[in-house]
């Protein structure tokens, strides 16, 4: 089968372009729970940061999608006092399955200054500070992206929820469902998902909530809120919740090493031996050891020289550091300073992406 990279950098991010005296870069992380923006003023080194509701394509619809996405840029630009032709560029990071097909959407009510990438490239470039490495996401739904040492990019899972997402809140929280009904019909361990299932969710018993994910279908946001329950059941000692974490950790593993490889960072693909980072990001990782460990077992045994990590900064930061490097402007959007910025604004009343 011939293979290319499903997702490539737009070329604006290796060949930059800037406009006379202009300051402001916007970034926006769109996904199946919520959307930031955050405008950065590059002198000033000030950020305005707005939050709205979902903006997955997948997951809304591709009209309700963009309306969002340009409501929540509009009040970030507000709140910086500007309007959109003071904007050097926007990069508006998406989570769905057809970037392209949105991208079209948003080009044709804004202009060319408007880049729109996969969410999984916003995610590499908060990780990575837009580095050879690799951004794994797990929130609602999953996705691995990298870059290699000579520019080669690959990306592995991403497939939606339909076809993959493994190892997202959405994949976990839908398998301890499953789990719960084979330990209802006894073809399966018994299980304390059962249990925190029926509570979770407020139904009668597990037969009631499986008729009820299909009169009235739970959203993906709804199955994977069930996750961090999953993780708490999983961390009291519950052997079949553990296995889901650890067969979710395997798989996102494994697409961490496939981009790996692909990308040139481990060997494979003429990859040099070398120290590279993998960051991951999401709320998925938010249950620690559990998820984390059997990950990082995975990437090491084939790459041994990968540092991995969990990524604290939101992937917002990734988008306006993208930004700023599009508009020449990349020294004024240092990883560090623009975390601490993200930071405090996020700690002044925003919730982290997810």
């Known amino acids: 089968m011939k293979r290319d990279s499903l997702v490539q950098l737009p070329a604006a991010f290796a060949r930059p372009w800037a406009k006379a005296g202009a300051r402001f870069v916007m970034g926006i992380d769109g996904g199946a729970t919520k959307t930031l923006a955050a405008v950065l003023d590059l002198d000033r080194q000030v950020l305005h940061l707005a ?171 709804e199955i994977a809120a069930f996750a961090p329950t999953t993780a708490l059941v999983a961390a009291r000692g519950d052997s079949v919740a553990r296995r889901i974490y650890e067969r979710g950790a395997s798989a996102l593993g494994g697409q961490i090493v496939a981009v790996a490889r692909q990308s040139g960072l481990a060997a494979g693909a003429g990859g040099a031996e070398v120290e590279f980072p993998v960051g991951l990001i999401g709320s998925g990782f938010k249950a620690g050891a559990l998820f984390v460990e059997p990950l990082v077992s995975t990437v090491r045994r084939v790459a041994p020289q990968a540092r ?9 930061a990734g988008s306006v550091l993208l930004a700023a490097r599009a508009g020449g402007r990349e020294q004024g959007a240092e990883p560090e300073e623009l975390s601490g910025l993200v930071a405090a604004r996020l700690g002044a009343g925003h919730a982290a992406s997810g």
């Open 308 to 316: 991995v990590t969990v990524v604290e900064m939101a992937p917002v």
């Open 51 to 221: 939050q709205g509701g979902p903006s997955n394509e997948d997951a809304v619809g591709a009209e309700a999608a963009v309306h969002v996405l340009l409501e929540v840029a509009g009040e970030a630009m507000e709140r910086a006092g500007i309007s959109p032709q003071d904007l050097a560029v926007a990069v508006v990071a998406v989570a769905g399955t057809d970037t392209d097909a949105f991208a079209k959407q948003v080009r044709s009510r804004r202009s060319k200054d408007w880049i729109v990438v996969n969410d999984v490239v916003a995610a590499w470039a908060t990780a990575t500070g837009a580095r050879p490495g690799i951004g794994a996401i797990s929130g609602t739904g999953s996705n691995v992206f990298g870059m290699g040492p000579d520019g080669r990019t690959w990306r592995s899972g991403g497939w939606g929820h339909l076809l993959g997402d493994e190892g997202s809140g959405y994949w976990l929280g839908l398998q301890a469902i499953r789990a719960a009904l084979r330990d209802r019909d006894a073809s399966g361990p018994p299980t304390a998902l059962s249990e925190a299932a029926v509570e979770f969710f407020r139904m009668a018993s597990v037969e009631a909530l499986a008729a009820h994910l299909y009169s009235r279908p739970l959203s993906k946001s």
